[in-house]
């Protein structure tokens, strides 16, 4: 099994920035890609933005130019750096893992963290 930990969110005003971070724990492989997706206004999860293991990264075109993904492999960690938020970034952004085994494709989610961009 794999454990995600979610830090980072809150209330910021437009304009600003924040710094989203997951850890993960447990049965984790070294090839992987962990990122981040939020919610949409039907509750349904839209990617944001994630990162392979060897670094290869995809944005959702909203964020792109302003949010910037990152990883530290040694500690099983993914960042999201926010910045020039907007209010319709506002909602709830949850941490994914997602691995092979077996030929299998396995996902595993964080819990979610609230970002609130609201003057």
């Known amino acids: 099994q794999v454990q995600l930990a979610e830090s980072g969110g809150g209330l910021v005003q437009p304009g600003g920035s924040l710094r989203l971070s997951c850890a993960a724990s447990?049965?984790?492989?070294?090839?992987?890609?962990m990122g981040w997706f939020r919610q949409g206004p039907e509750k349904q999860r839209e990617l944001v933005a994630v990162?392979?293991?060897?670094?290869?990264?995809n944005y959702a075109d909203s964020v792109k130019g302003r949010f910037t993904i990152s990883r530290d492999n040694a500690k099983n960690t993914v960042y999201l750096q926010m910045n020039s938020l907007k209010p319709e970034d506002t909602t709830v952004y949850v941490c994914?893992?997602?691995?092979?085994?077996?030929?299998?494709?396995?996902?595993?989610w964080g819990q979610g963290t609230q970002v609130t961009v609201s003057s």
């Open positions: 994914n893992l997602a691995q092979v085994r077996g030929g299998i494709p396995y996902h595993y």
């Open positions: 990162i392979s293991s060897s670094g290869i990264t």
């Open positions: 447990g049965s984790i492989f070294s090839i992987n890609t």
